[in-house]
């Protein structure tokens, strides 16, 4: 059974009169179990493959090998099935036309869905939204599925539908299915994936070269295979009065999850984390209290994991009203270090956009901003990324030159890394 484990990082204190309450809550879990054997019933996993024309003889084989691999890495039992995708979406396997779209996975499965893949063919065109409908369609055909995960690879843009379709598809999506997205090359647009990954509890990331497919997909899908907790949500409660401001996954990444939250009382909201496995996740909650004078404390905020209606852990955000200057001024590090990471997020994006509308000026001061952060916060993936875009000059001010030539490879690479945080703690 899963054990879930919760700690609070703040300072508690605020001056007389002070309103605003911030924390880093940590959740831990452990003994998670795997995907479907151990958590509240089956598991679903679809395996999305971009065969639009542009993906081309190299990529299309890579696509394929990578597919079979991650067939390899589902567990038996699980539920699963392969779409193919260019202009439309295609039912790779199983092969049917009516009832169940998924079947569970076992030996004799296994390898007819390897035959399937093994006609995959380049042609056509790119609407993700269709494959995103069809998997939808595809999970709610099995009625009885508590996870439900998708990898999908592309390869270009999303060229034969309308940005509002493709928003549509999203939309109608949340809450059904978490989606891993990786795009394989350098013609298709980061922004574009990244909205179906942020919205649909997923990661996106670039895989460079074709031949690094089939290990990507593979460490996809045995973390999602070792996710042994489906559909938990993080619990907030507040007392009568107080505010919400934000509330933020801040690590492993950056997720915002803000207007997600579903009311479950007056004073309670649960926002959506996904499912787990053995990790820890931090998240940043900042709560406006009514204000109080010398001498006063309260609970500012009750923050819970909780699956279905079972409550796994709880921490507790606290509020103490001061008149010392010493207590009351301090920045609590693990909030600190947060909010760094959070404005390091943003000002990569805001850089390399402002650097692809030949803003150069904008490009400079945000990458520069972006640099003083990724060193202050020690966050050397980041670093490392930045030193391929520009040329870090004075780090502690944050100066930089952009480069000229730089590879597109590079800057994907960066973007993609934005909201991968690291932790202050070991």
């Known amino acids: ?127 993700m939204g269709n494959w995103l409908n069809l998997a939808r369609a595809l999970f709610d055909s099995i009625g009885n599925l508590a996870q439900k995960h998708a990898i999908l690879l592309t390869d270009g843009e999303n060229h034969n539908e309308t940005p509002q379709q493709l928003d549509a598809a999203i939309r109608n999506s949340i809450g059904q299915f978490q989606v891993d997205c990786r795009g394989v090359g350098v013609d298709w647009k980061v922004p574009e994936i990244r909205s179906i990954a942020q919205a649909l509890l997923g990661t996106v990331d670039i895989i460079p070269n074709p031949s ?66 053995d990790e820890e996740r931090d998240y940043h909650l900042q709560v406006r209290l009514p204000a109080k004078s010398v001498g006063q404390e309260q609970l500012a905020a009750r ?15 606290k509020a103490k009203w001061s008149s010392d200057t010493n207590l009351t001024a301090q920045i609590n590090p693990e909030v600190a270090h947060y909010t760094g990471q959070t404005e390091l997020a943003v000002a990569i994006q805001e850089g390399l956009a402002a650097k692809a509308s030949g803003d150069e000026r904008t490009a400079t001061t945000k990458l520069g901003r972006a640099a003083q952060l990724a060193v202050r916060t020690g966050n050397a993936e980041a670093t490392a990324k930045l030193r391929k875009v520009v040329d870090i000059d004075n780090a502690e001010t944050g100066t930089v030159r952009l480069k000229r030539g730089v590879d597109k490879a590079d800057e994907m690479a960066l973007d993609t890394a934005s909201t991968k945080t690291t932790r202050i703690r070991g």
């Not at 609070?8 to 940590?26: K, R, S, W």
């Not at 497919?213 to 999602?224: D, R, W």
């Open 1 to 127: 059974m899963a054990l879930f484990t919760s700690a609070v990082y703040q300072n508690e204190f605020l001056p007389d009169g002070g309103t605003d309450v911030n924390a880093i809550v940590t959740i831990a879990c452990s003994g998670a179990g795997a995907a479907g054997q151990t958590g509240s019933g089956d598991a679903g996993e679809i395996i999305i493959v971009d065969t639009s024309g542009s993906m081309g003889t190299a990529n299309m084989q890579a696509a394929k090998q990578a597919a079979m691999v991650a067939l390899d890495h589902i567990l038996d039992g699980t539920y699963f099935a392969v779409v193919a995708g260019n202009h439309k979406a295609y039912l790779a396997y199983p092969m049917v036309q009516s009832g169940a779209g998924m079947v569970r996975m076992d030996a004799r499965t296994r390898a007819e869905a390897r035959r399937a893949i093994s006609f995959f063919r380049s042609d056509g065109g790119t609407a």
């Open 212 to 277: 690094q497919l089939g290990q990507a997909f593979a460490e996809l899908m045995q973390k999602s295979m070792g996710r042994g907790v489906a559909r938990a949500d993080l619990r907030v409660w507040i007392p009568q009065g107080a505010q919400v401001l934000f509330v933020r996954q801040v690590s492993p990444t950056v997720e915002d999850l803000s207007t997600r939250g579903v009311p479950v009382n007056p004073l309670t909201m649960a926002y959506p984390t996904g499912s787990w496995g």
């Open 303 to 317: 923050v819970q994991l909780a699956v279905g209606t079972e409550v796994l852990t709880q921490g507790l955000v």
